[in-house]
């Protein structure tokens, strides 16, 4: 696929864009790699195009790699365009008009390890983006007793290995893809897979011996020939349309933009209009840039300037004013268009990706447009309000927003793959602001969460310190110790518990009287602060008389004020033990008998 054959053609098929996702260390690089140097030692002069943040390989490389899976006369898709930018495992929620950038994805999961968490994340963005993706079942070389057959599509090499070999992998590839039906998805050996929209196949394959690679080119090829040809459908000739991967700082070009262009061409001087922090950026095309060949990367002039690209390519441009471009944002070529109309079109797209915030609520910050979407779901889904949302690092005027919240859980800021400037550090270290920084969105909210449960649990404790706690207490025949002055009496406490300074009523005729204030307890000859139900204890109670307000075998309550017998029903019920709350019942029952709405 040349960069430069833009033909009058109005509708040319584009290449389909790839998406390599995965957790950390399963292999998403080495299989890229892995596709790359087989295309090179192909010998083919030019057979892979390195393009910026992605690498194209027409079809006529797939189909040497594929070997008898790919007859190049059955395709008319140019060949395939993989994005790789490492770092970038969020780039997946990366957007062409609304859309996915990537028209299919692979999905690298490590055959011994199975799902991890940025597994799980990635197939969240994939189920939320409706992106069609193939499993790479990676690392099939480390089965135990495995021959490795370089390069070999995996049915001929799996004819090569012991029952041993083959049954261990297998074991390990149904438990992949046990995982995957716990996730609401079909899924089985890509060779048994009869309708790909319907079931997700997956591809033993191995990025250290090239062992199934063939079959991955050739599913990838076939889906996209059978399933995306009409979306492949592209106006060769039409301005260019495409989404910023990242905005990087390259020497003697000041801010630049590295590109996947899925529509159209874009040629130098052309003015286009981008995604910025505040407003669309207006600005002129001074040099479109490409990789030179792999042998010349060492050298000093890493770039060839271009003149024209045309989709599905990968490309940096340098222009004027780019410092405040965001990452996952909208690029367009104007052309013979209306600048302000394609500037309308710039600011729709990215009202999409708007994010709700509210008058309260936490500060986020994410490496991309598409992260940022992707974390405020997230954030929505868990009843995370937001306050402000907004692509970048994180910086002091973060922190002073974060501090100006009214409920301390929101006093904080959740960074997903980015760094904290090191002026917005000190403030940190000065203020009450909390960061939490991950670079997996759902572990992120976790520790947020346990963080606020964390939070609350504390209040409750310190509340439940200071609230009147209910408790139904009997004295006992034959345990009054003294009469008066204070009384002292041995008690049973059936519900609840019983602390020292509370005051006592006792109910009479429907009423609660008020008899007297306890002042002291003593378990086994100790005095005590507070003892629960199902002690004996003696207490001593200021204000009553043995005989007249008090006898024994009466039934005492510690007097719950309205207020705290409110705040115990409907705040704090699942923080007090079950005997607790039965005296809480009995208390208000009694109450409410007389009032109906008693500590409502």
Same mark, same amino acid.
């Given at each position: 696929m040349s960069d430069t054959d833009s033909t009058s053609q109005s509708d040319t098929l584009r290449t389909p864009i790839v998406a390599v996702l995965g957790h950390v260390d399963h292999g998403k690089t080495s299989l890229l790699d892995k596709v790359r140097g087989s295309a090179v030692s192909e010998g083919e002069a030019g057979a892979i195009t390195q393009h910026i943040g992605a690498t194209a390989v027409p079809l006529d490389t797939v189909s040497q790699m594929a070997g008898s899976?790919?007859?190049?006369?059955?395709?008319?898709?140019?060949g395939l365009l993989f994005i790789d930018t490492p770092g970038h495992h969020s780039f997946s929620t990366l957007r062409s008009r609304g859309g996915a950038l990537a028209d299919i994805a692979i999905l690298v999961v490590d055959v011994n390890d199975g799902f991890q968490p940025q597994t799980e994340e990635a197939i969240d963005i994939l189920k939320r983006t409706g992106t069609p993706f193939i499993v790479a079942a990676n690392k099939v070389d480390t089965t135990p007793g495995w021959n490795p057959q370089q390069g070999e599509p995996i049915q001929k090499s799996l004819e090569s290995q012991s029952s041993r070999a083959k049954s261990k992998l297998d074991e390990s590839l149904y438990e992949l893809i046990g995982q995957l039906s716990d996730r609401g998805f079909s899924s089985d050996f890509y060779w048994r897979v009869q309708n790909f929209q319907k079931n997700i196949g997956v591809v033993p394959v191995s990025a250290m011996?090239?062992?199934?690679?063939? !079959?991955?080119?050739?599913v990838l090829m076939g889906l996209s020939q059978r399933y995306m040809k009409d979306e492949m459908a592209i106006d060769v000739a039409g301005p260019g349309y495409g989404t910023v991967l990242e905005v990087k700082e390259e020497r003697g070009f000041g801010a630049t933009l590295d590109v996947v262009l899925y529509d159209g061409t874009i040629h130098a001087g052309d003015t286009i209009v981008v995604g910025g922090a505040n407003e669309?950026?207006?600005?002129?095309?001074?040099?479109?840039l490409q990789p030179r060949p792999n042998a010349e990367i060492r050298?000093?002039?890493?770039? !060839?300037?271009?003149d024209e690209v045309g989709a599905a390519a990968g490309v940096k441009i340098a222009a004027p004013d780019l410092e405040d471009a965001m990452a996952?944002?909208?690029?367009?070529?104007v052309g013979d268009r209306d600048v302000d109309e394609v500037i309308r079109e710039v600011e729709a797209e990215l009202a999409d990706i708007e994010v709700t915030t509210e008058e309260e609520g936490v500060v986020v910050k994410a490496d991309t447009l598409g992260s940022l979407e992707a974390m405020a779901n997230a954030l929505q889904e868990a009843e995370v309000p937001i306050l402000r949302a907004e692509v970048g690092d994180i910086a002091p005027r973060d922190v002073a927003v974060a501090s100006t919240a009214r409920e301390p859980e929101h006093e904080v800021i959740l960074g997903f793959n980015v760094d904290v400037l090191s002026n917005a550090q000190d403030e940190l270290d000065t203020s009450d602001v909390k960061l939490f920084d991950d670079d997996v969105i759902y572990q992120l909210i976790e520790e947020y969460e346990e963080y606020v449960d964390e939070m609350k649990r504390a209040q409750q404790e310190t509340i439940l310190d200071k609230?009147?706690?209910?408790?139904?207490?009997?004295?006992?025949?034959?345990?009054?110790?003294?009469?008066?002055?204070?009384?002292?009496?041995g008690v049973e406490i059936m519900s609840g518990t019983i602390k020292n300074n509370m005051n006592v009523?006792?109910?009479? !005729?429907?009423?609660?009287?008020?008899v007297g204030q306890l002042s002291g307890i003593q378990e086994q000859g100790e005095d005590v602060s507070s003892a629960r139900a199902g002690s004996r204890v003696s207490v001593a109670i200021d204000g009553p008389t043995v005989g007249r307000q008090i006898d024994e075998g009466d039934e005492l309550w510690i007097e719950v004020p309205e207020k705290h017998a409110k705040i115990l029903e409907q705040e704090l019920r699942d923080d007090i033990p079950v005997d607790e709350l039965e005296a809480l019942s009995g208390y208000l029952d009694k109450h409410r008998r007389r009032d109906p709405f008693w500590g409502k």
């Open positions: 899976l790919v007859n190049p006369d059955d395709f008319d898709l140019p011996t090239g062992e199934g690679i063939p !079959d991955l080119l050739g669309p950026i207006v600005t002129e095309v001074r040099a479109l050298t000093e002039k890493r770039f !060839d300037k271009v996952g944002a909208p690029v367009r070529v609230i009147v706690r209910p408790c139904r207490f009997r004295i006992l025949e034959d345990h009054v110790f003294r009469q008066n002055n204070p009384a002292v009496v009523v006792k109910w009479e !005729d429907g009423e609660p009287n008020r």
